[in-house]
């Protein structure tokens, strides 16, 4: 099984999984074949994507998907906790402690996976998707820096909140990117971060830390973040962790900025360790993303390409692949494996999307 965009339907695939509206309703049951003219109606209902099975995926791993399971178990709770205390002014927004007390219960169950980002999500999902992604990937950090228990819930709890002032910006910031957006828009943007923190500075249960998250996950370590271009150890730990996890996010998302392949993403936060990003921190993330999620299609330094079947916890860069074709473009007639903890000698170059291999 792997993931398609739905521009990439060539009509031969099959449904892997149930497509599901956001009511519950069954649109097409797995197995099903997948027509263009399907493809074009899923895609006009909102969808990116889908899952399927066809002769590229065989084999391939259905890995525990972290983003996904935590996405299905709290985006819809997340959304209205938040839009609730935030539009209409009423609502308890403390519920947002056991969802933040789910998702470690869902991470600490699951010691040695990788965090593998899909790099699709569908519009509507955005600002509360990008809020739970943000919020695993800073507890597996958290959890791998053996930060105290406690301390590890206040950055669960920032990191759920840590973009709810983007709902009170006075722009709509969902079709906002920041390369092309007048200054005075990115001014308004860059406030989201004390209207997130005036909104909640009252509430007495929300731990300092969490409130901290909310106001200062855009500070850098050299101090050209906001609002007060604070630097190094000025910048607490979870806003330090947050910091990461939120451009990562954003990268390989595109929320607001220019999309990037999850391993050019990886490369960015790599390069910005100790300037922009704490070494420490980052060193911590990168052995916790998966560069190359099961069903990426990679090109070689021998120019061969190969799909990513499995991942090597402890090498998040190193996966194993299933070549696909040799440095010649012949297909491979027999099932070929390179494990690249094993084969030392062969490195991934570039990952491909699904098009660009067809």
């Known amino acids: 099984m792997r993931k398609v ?164 910006v006075k722009i709509d910031y969902q079709d906002f990117n920041y390369l092309n957006g007048s200054k005075e828009e990115q001014k308004e943007l860059m406030k989201h971060v004390v209207y997130g923190y005036s909104s909640v500075i009252k509430e007495s249960w929300l731990p300092v830390a969490s409130k901290d998250i909310i106001l200062c996950h855009h500070e850098r370590n050299d101090g050209t973040g906001f609002p007060f271009h604070k630097k190094g150890d000025k910048i607490k730990i979870g806003s330090k962790i947050v910091a990461v996890c939120d451009t990562f996010d954003s990268l390989t998302y595109g929320f607001m900025m220019p999309k990037l392949k999850v391993h050019h993403a990886l490369d960015y936060i790599l390069s910005q360790a100790s300037i922009k990003f704490d070494f420490d921190v980052v060193n911590c993330f990168i052995e916790l993303v998966a560069a190359y999620p099961n069903g990426t299609i990679v090109i070689t330094n021998e120019g061969e390409k190969g799909i990513v079947l499995r991942q090597n916890t402890k090498c998040p860069t190193r996966p194993v692949l299933r070549m696909l074709t040799d440095a010649d473009g012949n297909d491979f007639v027999n099932w070929i494996e390179k494990d690249l903890k094993v084969e030392l000698s062969v490195m991934i170059v570039d990952a491909l999307d699904t098009e660009e291999y067809y």
Do not use: F
């Open 5 to 168: 965009l739905l521009d990439s339907i060539k009509g031969h695939e099959l449904l892997a999984r149930d497509v599901v509206s956001d009511s519950g309703i069954v649109i097409m049951t797995a197995g099903s074949p997948v027509k263009i003219e399907y493809a074009r109606k899923l895609k006009e209902l909102g969808y990116s994507y889908i899952c399927v099975e066809d002769e590229l995926s065989r084999g391939i791993n259905e890995e525990e998907n972290l983003e996904e399971k935590i996405k299905e178990e709290c985006q819809d709770i997340v959304r209205d906790i938040i839009e609730r205390y935030t539009y209409q002014g009423y609502g308890e927004l403390e519920e947002i402690k056991n969802i933040a007390e789910n998702i470690i219960c869902d991470i600490v169950n699951s010691p040695n996976v990788l965090y593998s980002i899909s790099g699709i999500r569908k519009k509507s999902e955005s600002t509360y998707s990008h809020s739970l992604n943000v919020c695993a990937m800073s507890v597996l950090i958290a959890l791998r820096m053996k930060l105290p228990k406690e301390k590890v819930r206040q950055i669960a709890i920032g990191s759920l909140l840590h973009d709810m002032g983007y709902n009170l």
